[in-house]
């Protein structure tokens, strides 16, 4: 399955790259399957990202995004979490003097 915004550009990508998948579109931010979470990972991504200036190779990309995807999923606050980290909320108890230190970029 695959789930975006309303964006027409989509449909034909999405028939090319991924004939036998299920293509959802959705245009309001309330149905229960959008794309929100993704957008927003996106855009923190953006963000991180545009002060590395770019990948040298695949594998430096490969490195900067698995650091990023560490970074998001450990020691990112979340305010759909309280502001607290997903580490966190799985039951890690860290001192911000630790994730300090972790401080990966």
Known sequence: MIITDNWNSYNQATALNYPNSVHHKYS????DLNNNFIESFNKTFKVWYKTKKSFKNFESAVALITTFIYHYNFL????SLNNLTPA?????????????????F
């Open 76 to 79: 990112h606050e979340h305010s």
């Open 88 to 104: 966190m909320i799985a039951g890690a108890n860290y001192s911000a003097k630790d994730i300090k230190n972790w401080r990966l």
């Open 28 to 31: 309001a931010f309330s149905d």
